[in-house]
């Protein structure tokens, strides 16, 4: 870890102000060392991003105050992962940088086919027992931070602390498989239906997915959205109707 914050204390300061900030970003795969530690195999100078705030994918961004994830906001992201791997080739796909601390269960490959620019990527498989801590260093030069927790219930006097932080530097902190204790936005992505199939033959085509998103004070908001895919690429639509759709299979009890 000390190592880390070594390297991302060369990187440039941001400017000032949340909206515009510099950003530098780890443009490889890290993994863990022997000791424990989070080691970094590159780390590289990056242009200042121009994005003022960090795009979603189009079908659910009017759900969103800012049509989008305003910097410095803290989200919680649960259900399916397509919706992480959607947020990922959103921010990278416009010219952001995006970090991915453990979440064993994304696929890269599901988020380059939505268009992501995984070299804008950096991604974390082994953060250690404390990815808190690593997310609080990355915040320094990041987008976007997806952070799984693990099942770790954040106290609220360290969640304070490294919310502050990125809020300071804009940069979204984005967490799953845990509790924090108070977060700006709940997204939510759940299977509907899938698409192209027919009793007993066919092909899926699309996955319906069922998307609430919840702002702190507010009302839960909800829309149902198509995975679609097509020559190896995953476009993001507003579903139209759900008489293609066939309901997730149960299993028998």
């Not at 953060?127 to 260093?137: E, I, Q, S, T, Y």
């Not at 969640?159 to 530097?169: D, F, S, Y």
């Not at 919840?214 to 139209?240: C, Y």
């Amino acid at each position: 870890m000390e190592r880390l914050r070594q390297r991302m204390a060369e990187i440039p300061a941001r400017s000032a102000g949340p909206v515009r900030p510099s950003l530098a970003a780890l443009t490889c795969t890290d993994a863990q060392s022997e000791s424990g530690e989070v080691e970094l195999d590159a780390l590289k100078r990056v242009e200042p991003s121009p994005i003022r705030a960090l795009p979603v994918p189009p079908p659910i961004a009017d759900l969103l105050p800012h049509r989008g994830l305003a910097r410095g906001s803290t989200i919680r992201v649960d259900g399916v992962a397509s919706l992480r791997a959607g947020l990922i080739a959103t921010v990278t796909a416009a010219g952001g940088w995006a970090a991915v601390v453990g979440s064993p269960d994304l696929g890269l490959l599901a988020a380059a086919e939505m268009g992501a620019d995984l070299s804008r990527c950096a991604v974390i498989e082994e953060p250690g027992p404390d990815p808190v801590a690593v997310a609080a260093v990355l915040v320094d030069g990041i987008d976007l931070i997806l952070v799984s927790l693990a099942g770790a219930d954040v106290p609220p006097s360290r969640a304070r602390a490294v919310t502050a932080r990125a809020r300071r530097n804009g940069a979204v902190l984005a967490f799953t498989g845990g509790r924090w204790p108070a977060t700006d936005v709940h997204l939510d992505a759940r299977v509907a239906g899938y698409r192209g199939l027919e009793p007993g033959y066919g092909r899926i085509t699309g996955i319906d997915l069922d998307v609430q998103v919840t702002t702190r004070g507010g009302h839960p908001r909800h829309r149902t959205v198509t995975l679609s895919g097509r020559g190896g690429h995953v476009d993001w639509i507003q579903a139209t109707d759900d008489s293609g759709a066939i309901a997730p299979l149960r299993m028998a009890r």
